[in-house]
């Protein structure tokens, strides 16, 4: 009886250890964020403004001697997809990055409204880069971090509510 029970347990233990649910706290800050030990996803209520926040603990050469960087959002995408408007990225441009404990961006105003619907939209997962314009006129992709999309919709709705 017991072996059937520890077999069960076995088996689930590494589906649970591999999730990546997106997690809530309220408070004077309300936050929702997921995290895969690279790099952390967030969506925030910072002093009435809805912001997103993507932050790499130990970014790329380039990322971390940079200014400014764009950054990528791609929901759900296909298997070897790569960062493009035609695989559905959508782009936040030239935006200043924080640099303190790794690379961070902070991203606020009708862009981050349209992220929070489209990461609230995803299925099953959720792709973040750091991107530029190549000097061949591509785009060079840097620090691209995949998260996992559940409770994502329900998550982010909280921070929403209270962000007006």
Known sequence: MLKPILTLLALALPSVALAEDWAYEGGDVPIA?????????QFAC????????????????????????????????????????????RFAQDMPLIHSDGASMIVRGPVARQ?????????????????????SGGLDVFDSNSFGAGGSSAAIKQVLDKCG
């Open 115 to 135: 992220w929070a619907s489209i990461a609230q939209r995803a299925r099953t997962t959720i792709q973040l880069s750091y991107v530029r314009t190549g000097k």
């Open 46 to 89: 910072r002093g009435g403004d809805l912001t997103v926040g993507f932050w790499v603990r130990a970014p790329h050469k380039q990322v971390a001697g940079a200014s400014t960087m764009s950054m990528a959002i791609t929901p759900d995408p296909a298997e070897g997809a790569k960062v493009s408007a035609d695989a559905g990225s």
């Open 33 to 41: 964020y997921v995290d895969n030990a690279k790099a952390q996803f």
